[in-house]
């Protein structure tokens, strides 16, 4: 035990600790970009800006966590061998994940109450597959596997409810934002497919990468998905309602 925190420690204050510090600055930074389009931008985006700053500060406050050696918890496999798991990231997930696809749904739906139904499965289907990842990573020997598969079940349904349901909403253009919704849609799908090749190669699955390199990982994943998404979505917000201004000041 004695042995296994000792390289606990030297695993984490290496490399490991500069990508979890960068991220937390990378999120503070993206919090303070969005709360300033907030203060400037026109009030009835509000909501879409406030949902980004929300999921970003999050994030930072859960990379502090982690940065500062907290939120992990050490996981002895079947054969002896003790390696690091950072819940904290499912605690990050378990609330900016659903905040995500609530920015995309309004993107579709314009608002929740056009169709609630998608909107409460699709959080649902998301938290149980944060919940049940949970379950894996912290879950030694081989019956993590069995928690996985649960989980990318529920990774499906979010796909399908995005892809069915939330996409005809977008085709059918009720909300001014609607043709977002697309590039939206491709950014999370592509990159969110990518967390659990990223689990299944590193420490918690088949052990392919190093700590540091999954931390690193993630890193760059959470930065995109967040910052990166963000961008996209409260830029295109801001550019739609300019042009609606403008369009409305030469009619
Ligand atoms: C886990 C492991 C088990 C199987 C599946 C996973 C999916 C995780 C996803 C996470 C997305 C996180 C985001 C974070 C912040 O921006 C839990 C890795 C399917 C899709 C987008």
Same mark, same amino acid.
């Given at each position: 035990?004695?042995? @296994?925190?000792?390289?606990?420690?030297?695993?984490?204050?290496?490399?490991?600790?500069?990508?979890?510090?960068?991220?937390?600055? =990378?999120?503070?930074? @993206?919090?303070?970009?969005?709360?300033?389009? @907030? !203060?400037?931008?026109?009030?009835?985006?509000?909501?879409?800006?406030?949902?980004?700053?929300?999921?970003?500060?999050?994030?930072?406050?859960?990379?502090?966590?982690? +940065?500062?050696? $907290?939120?992990i918890a050490l996981i002895t496999e079947p054969t002896g061998?003790? %390696?690091? #798991?950072? #819940?904290? %990231?499912?605690?990050?997930?378990?609330?900016?994940?659903?905040?995500?696809? /609530?920015?995309?749904?309004?993107?579709?739906?314009?608002?929740?109450?056009?169709?609630?139904?998608?909107?409460?499965?699709?959080?649902?289907?998301?938290?149980?597959?944060?919940?049940? =990842?949970?379950?894996?990573?912290?879950?030694?020997?081989?019956?993590?596997?069995?928690?996985?598969?649960?989980?990318?079940?529920?990774?499906?349904?979010?796909?399908?409810?995005?892809?069915?349901?939330?996409? !005809?909403?977008?085709?059918?253009?009720?909300?001014?934002?609607? !043709?977002?919704? #697309?590039?939206?849609?491709?950014?999370?799908?592509?990159?969110?497919?990518?967390?659990?090749?990223?689990?299944? #190669?590193?420490?918690?699955?088949? $052990?392919?990468? !190093?700590?540091?390199?999954?931390?690193?990982?993630?890193?760059?994943?959470?930065?995109?998905?967040?910052? $990166?998404?963000?961008?996209? /979505?409260? =830029?295109?917000?801001?550019?739609?309602?300019?042009?609606?201004?403008? %369009? @409305?000041?030469? +009619?």
């Amino acid at each position: 035990m004695q042995l @296994a925190l000792l390289q606990v420690n030297e695993i984490v204050t290496g490399a490991t600790n500069f990508w979890l510090w960068f991220a937390t600055g =990378g999120m503070t930074l @993206a919090t303070l970009l969005f709360l300033y389009w @907030a !203060s400037t931008g026109q009030s009835h985006n509000y909501h879409h800006y406030m949902a980004g700053a929300a999921i970003t500060l999050w994030a930072a406050m859960m990379y502090i966590v982690m +940065a500062t050696g $907290g939120g992990i918890a050490l996981i002895t496999e079947p054969t002896g061998e003790t %390696r690091i #798991f950072y #819940f904290a %990231r499912y605690i990050d997930w378990a609330i900016t994940t659903p905040l995500l696809l /609530l920015t995309l749904a309004w993107v579709a739906l314009g608002s929740i109450g056009r169709n609630p139904q998608v909107v409460l499965s699709l959080i649902v289907a998301d938290v149980a597959m944060i919940l049940t =990842g949970l379950v894996s990573g912290a879950t030694a020997g081989a019956f993590k596997w069995f928690w996985f598969v649960v989980s990318c079940i529920f990774f499906a349904a979010v796909l399908y409810l995005i892809w069915g349901p939330l996409q !005809s909403a977008a085709r059918s253009g009720i909300t001014a934002e609607s !043709s977002l919704f #697309f590039p939206l849609a491709i950014i999370l799908t592509v990159l969110w497919l990518i967390y659990p090749v990223v689990f299944f #190669f590193g420490t918690e699955g088949i $052990g392919v990468f !190093s700590i540091g390199v999954e931390v690193f990982l993630f890193a760059v994943l959470d930065i995109l998905a967040k910052v $990166g998404f963000g961008i996209v /979505l409260l =830029g295109g917000v801001r550019r739609i309602t300019e042009q609606g201004r403008t %369009r @409305a000041a030469t +009619a």
